[in-house]
C-alpha cells in the first residue's frame, strides 16, 4: 500500500509522534522522510497513483522558493500530482502570498491544535485550499499587481470547450468531475488542460483559478459561479 502523506523534516523525534497520530486519527499510510528529498525521489510519491499524494514540509529552517523547486524543478504545466502543504509555519513570517502563489496547497501555524491539523489535511485531500478566508480574499485582490498575478500581455484566444473547463478549474472541480460533468473522459480532460496552462502561461490551478477571476469573471457571473 502506497503512503498517503509524506512529512518531509530533518527533525525526526519531534514528527515522529506527528507521523504515527496521523496514522492512527485519519487511518491513512503516513512516512517520514528525514532528509530533504530530491526531484526524482519525490517522483514514485504521486506519478502513477491515481489518489492524491499529500506532501507536509516542515518550513522550520527552509524557504519557499527551495523547497518548489524540489518539488516542481521543471515548472512544468502540468497540474502536479503532489499536494504539498507547509507546516511549522510562524504566522510572523507572513508567507501566504507567496506560498498561493507558488502552489502550495494550504499552510499550518505552529501555534495550531492537532484537530485543526486534521481538518486541514482532510480539505486538502479532497481539492480544497487550507488557508484563512482573509488571505485568500487579500491574494486574489492584489493578484492584479505585475508581481503577482500570471503572466499575461493580453487575454489568448481559448476555445469555448477551454473556457467551460477553465471556469470549472476556478469553482474547484477535479478533472474526474470536469469529466463526468462534460461526459468526456479523464485523458481529454487533461490534455484540456494541460494545453489550457500553456495559452495562459499559469503552473498550476490556483494561478489558473486567479487568471480566470481577472479574464473570465463575466462567463463565470453568467454562468452563477464564482472562484
Known amino acids: 500500500m502506497y503512503p498517503k502523506i509524506f512529512i518531509i523534516s530533518p527533525y525526526r523525534f519531534q514528527n515522529t509522534a ?20 530530491s526531484s526524482a ?27 518548489w523547486n524540489v518539488v516542481n524543478p521543471s515548472n512544468n504545466a502540468q497540474p502536479n500530482p503532489l499536494l504539498v502543504a507547509l507546516f511549522n509555519v510562524d ?4 508567507i501566504e502570498h507567496q506560498a498561493l502563489q507558488l502552489g502550495m ?8 491544535d492537532f ?13 480544497e485550499l487550507w488557508y484563512s478566508r482573509k488571505d485568500l480574499s487579500s491574494y486574489i485582490l492584489d493578484g492584479t499587481s505585475p508581481a503577482a498575478s500570471p503572466q499575461s500581455s493580453g487575454k489568448p484566444y481559448l ?38 496552462f500553456q495559452k495562459i502561461n ?17 462567463v463565470m457571473h453568467a454562468n452563477g459561479k464564482h472562484a
Open 91 to 94: 504566522r510572523k513570517a507572513n
Open 159 to 196: 476555445t469555448p470547450r477551454e473556457e467551460e473547463i477553465l471556469t470549472m478549474i476556478a469553482c474547484g472541480k477535479s478533472n474526474i468531475e470536469i469529466a463526468e460533468n462534460l461526459y468526456i473522459s479523464p485523458s481529454t480532460v487533461k490534455t484540456h488542460v494541460y494545453n489550457i
Open 202 to 218: 499559469v503552473p498550476n490551478r490556483i494561478q489558473a483559478a486567479l487568471w480566470t477571476v481577472q479574464h473570465l469573471s463575466p
Open 41 to 67: 525521489g519525490l517522483e514514485p510519491l504521486g506519478a502513477e497513483v491515481a489518489e492524491p499524494r499529500l506532501v507536509l514540509w516542515d518550513y522550520l529552517g527552509h524557504d519557499l522558493h527551495s523547497i
Open 115 to 127: 484537530e485543526l491539523f486534521k481538518r486541514g489535511i482532510d480539505a486538502i485531500l479532497r481539492g
Open 105 to 112: 496547497r494550504g499552510i499550518f501555524y505552529n501555534d495550531q
Open 18 to 37: 506527528l507521523m504515527y497520530t496521523i496514522q492512527k486519527e485519519l487511518d491513512m499510510v503516513c512516512t517520514l522522510c528525514t532528509d530533504k528529498l
